[in-house]
């Protein structure tokens, strides 16, 4: 075994360890305004959808599908599916903002055990009888996003900016900013010579950091396979775009680790007044959460299926377990419906394994679904995120 390899198996080792023991995920790192437009939902559709932090779940319940199925097989991340829904049913959007929103609520722990504890799984119950302080304020940081693996990292930054005032002035300056052009402006003047250096490149680049954001060793690596400056190169440009391309006024996913909060203007639509009551009115009793893997799932279930959201699981699924990532595909296949869509992200713009797949029975994917490259790749320069280099969207073709 050589030493690389060793070291691959340590990382990963490293990220399997936090990801069984932890909330990974606070909130969602995918821009659902991009995959409502590449989804198309509709009042008869049916979906799997990989539970992730439940924002964006929330978020295609507002399109009005008949039924939506969250699966994640960390029980944490259903566990905060739960909280979410439980709240929705039983509080008032103030409470609720105050909870989702500002990330803080002086009486969480009231609120948790008189009104959302008895909505909850058995799981959930015990998962937040022993976190819900994370709520409360002063702890953590005083905020909800800065707890679980990915609040780590925010904290972190956090205390980075506290010890770099200027650094974090300027910051706020682009997020105020009025227009792109001011918004250019503060950026390239006042906030990359100050972020962009030595140390901030190195603590990038190493494998801890990228697992407490739940990026596995295989997307790690695949993204320095497919970028010249690695890990750190390709965040800058990330950033850059994120912050020199697209207006940052409706941009809550960077906004709120950078502030540790969401606005009432800046705000995923479930926080929103009108989200919330929609939600509250019926559209929330629509998402069923589940605890297992997408193909222990799709396996159990007798429904028919005509949209899944997949995430980027099958990056690090085509390396460490390629004959499960086969399973599940052959597990989508037989539950999918004529008109079904798929959309899915990846590290790198054309995975391999998109090529390399095979199905018994019916040989590539491209056997069985067209991909509309030309929409992923409008859609993605529009997405608020920008964190992936691939996003695909699928139509069966059977």
């Given at each position: 075994m050589t030493r690389t390899r060793l070291?691959?198996?340590?990382?990963?080792?490293?990220?399997?360890?936090?990801?069984?023991?932890a909330l990974v995920y606070n909130t969602?790192?995918?821009?659902?305004?991009v995959d409502r437009r590449a989804l198309h939902i509709g009042p008869d559709d049916r979906l799997l959808a990989i539970t992730s932090a439940g924002c964006n779940v929330l978020d295609y319940a507002l399109c009005g599908p008949a039924r939506i199925h969250a699966v994640d097989a960390n029980p944490r991340q259903t566990a905060l599916l739960e909280l979410k829904l439980a709240g929705i049913r039983r509080l008032a959007h103030a409470d609720f903002f105050a909870l989702f929103g500002d990330g803080r609520h002086a009486e969480a722990r009231a609120l948790y055990h008189d009104a959302l504890r008895a909505d909850l799984s058995p799981f959930a119950q015990g998962y937040w009888d022993r976190h819900i302080a994370a709520f409360l304020p002063g702890r953590r940081g005083g905020s909800f996003y800065y707890f679980g693996l990915s609040g780590w990292v925010a904290r972190g930054f956090r205390a980075y900016m506290k010890v770099r005032?200027?650094?974090?002035?300027?910051?706020?300056?682009?997020?105020?900013?009025?227009?792109?052009?001011?918004?250019?402006?503060?950026?390239?003047?006042?906030?990359?010579?100050?972020?962009w250096g030595r140390g901030m490149n190195w603590a990038l680049s190493r494998p801890f950091t990228m697992s407490l954001l739940g990026v596995p060793h295989p997307q790690r690596e695949e993204v320095v396979r497919s970028h010249d400056n690695g890990i750190a190169g390709f965040i800058r440009?990330?950033?850059?775009?994120?912050?020199?391309?697209?207006?940052?006024?409706?941009?809550?996913?960077?906004?709120?680790?950078?502030?540790?909060?969401?606005?009432?203007?800046?705000?995923?639509?479930?926080?929103?007044?009108?989200?919330f009551a929609a939600l509250k009115d019926g559209l929330a009793d629509r998402i069923q959460p589940h605890t297992t893997t997408v193909t222990g799932f799709l396996r159990e279930t007798d429904?028919?299926?005509?949209?899944?959201?997949?995430?980027?699981?099958?990056?690090?699924m085509s390396v460490y377990h390629p004959q499960?990532?086969?399973?599940?595909?052959?597990?989508?296949?037989?539950?999918?419906?004529?008109?079904a869509r798929l959309i899915f992200r990846s590290a790198h713009a054309q995975?391999?394994?998109?090529?390399?797949?095979?199905?018994?029975?019916?040989?590539?994917?491209?056997?069985?679904?067209?991909?509309?490259?030309?929409?992923?790749?409008?859609?993605?320069?529009?997405?608020?995120?920008?964190?992936?280099?691939?996003?695909?969207?699928?139509?069966?073709?059977?």
């Open positions: 070291a691959d198996r340590i990382n990963q080792g490293v990220f399997n360890a936090l990801y069984s023991r969602c790192w995918e821009d659902p305004a005032p200027g650094l974090r002035d300027a910051v706020e300056r682009v997020l105020s900013a009025s227009d792109l052009d001011e918004q250019r402006e503060h950026y390239d003047r006042d906030v990359a010579p100050r972020l440009e990330a950033v850059e775009y994120v912050f020199c391309s697209l207006p940052v006024a409706d941009n809550y996913f960077w906004s709120l680790y950078l502030r540790g909060r969401y606005t009432p203007q800046c705000c995923p639509e479930y926080l929103k007044p009108e989200g429904e028919r299926l005509s949209r899944f959201v997949l995430l980027d699981h099958m990056d690090w499960a990532l086969v399973e599940e595909w052959q597990a989508i296949m037989a539950r999918a419906t004529p008109d995975p391999g394994y998109l090529q390399t797949l095979h199905i018994p029975g019916i040989g590539g994917l491209h056997e069985r679904f067209r991909f509309e490259r030309e929409l992923a790749a409008e859609l993605q320069a529009h997405d608020r995120v920008h964190t992936y280099a691939g996003f695909h969207i699928a139509q069966h073709a059977a």
